[in-house]
């Protein structure tokens, strides 16, 4: 049987997939390390889930018996279309349309269903952010960039705004090898983030400080320490991604279902202070914003509010 690579990179595109990289699937030794001092330290904050199923996270065979080959795929959300009210609290671009896993994992299975249709291989398993899977570890592994100081994925000619897709199947296809660091002496990532989130040499992030996680998975009452440190977001962040040189190179996606509603766009500051459940089950349905529910996403917006306050009156 002639290597899949080339059939699956024809279909992926048709799906609308920016790239395509392939790695062997076999236990990830350095990363499981890494992951298990990440771990030990304590940086994945309220994420205890993080905790379960170590060896399913770090080994795909364990995940999916009878793995041969990790698919890595990556989808383009970049968008220049901002807010129209600058001083509006902000929602991450990547959670502006629809919520991105609903739309991947459908053209992941539909790959998947044309792999199995050709190829009679049954084993294949999709996922995005759905299981314990280290899609950023297996992107650099197979080549589609590298891991950032800010720990994000990077490519040299996409920048960062791109979701991540890992297909394990029992297909055996030739592995791709993994890509340089380019980030050299830049420390514009760290110099940036507000709340220190990202150690000093970089490629280590506490989410307990991250305003990603503290806007979406923290559960409680925000941490009175980070009044004047969240730059105005109320869902997620963009910041180290705003400030790094090789998003200069990110191109504008072309996923209908990624554009914003217009009434999301043209919400004033006063509009989102005034935010009730009504027009925020209108504005975030079929959207990554309701993981924060209604509570969570007013907690935040009143969290700015307070803020606001005390820098006025001191």
Excluded at 67 to 80: E, G, Q, R
Excluded at 197 to 206: N, Q
Aim: aromatic fraction near 10%; hydrophobic fraction near 30%.
């Amino acid at each position: 049987m002639k290597d899949p690579r080339r059939q699956i990179n024809i279909w992926a595109k048709e799906l609308g997939f920016d790239s395509v990289h392939f790695a062997k699937a076999e236990r990830l030794e350095a990363e499981a390390v890494n992951l298990r001092k990440w771990l030990n330290r304590g940086y994945h904050a309220g994420m205890s889930y993080m905790e379960n199923h170590f060896e399913k996270r770090v080994d795909p065979t364990k995940l999916v018996p009878g793995a041969k080959s990790v698919i890595v795929l990556t989808y383009n959300y970049f968008n220049p279309i901002k807010q129209e009210d600058p001083q509006a609290p902000k929602i991450s671009m990547y959670a502006l349309g629809k919520d991105y896993h609903h739309i991947i994992r459908k053209k992941l299975n539909e790959l998947n269903n044309k792999i199995e249709e050709t190829y009679e291989e049954e084993t294949g398993r999709g996922f995005v952010d759905s299981a314990p899977v280290l899609e950023r570890d297996w992107a650099e592994r197979a080549g589609a960039g590298w891991k950032g100081k800010n720990t994000l994925l990077i490519h040299p000619k996409r920048g960062s705004y791109f979701f991540l897709a890992v297909l394990i199947t029992g297909l055996e296809i030739k592995p791709d090898q993994p890509m340089r660091d380019y980030c050299g002496s830049c420390t514009r990532c760290i110099d940036a983030c507000p709340t220190d989130a990202i150690s000093k040499e970089g490629y280590l992030l506490d989410a307990g400080k991250c305003i990603s996680y503290l806007t979406i998975e923290h559960r409680e009452e925000l941490p009175e320490e980070f009044h004047g440190q969240m730059e105005n977001y109320m869902f997620g962040c963009d910041i180290c991604q705003e400030v790094c040189p090789w998003n200069r190179f990110s191109k504008e996606h072309t996923e209908p279902e990624f554009l914003p509603k217009e009434k999301l766009l043209k919400m004033t500051k006063e509009d989102w202070e005034q935010l009730d459940k009504n027009t925020f089950d209108e504005l975030f349905k079929k959207s990554a914003v309701k993981r924060t529910k209604f509570e969570g996403l007013r907690r935040n917006i009143d969290f700015l509010q307070k803020a606001e306050s005390k820098k006025n009156n001191e």
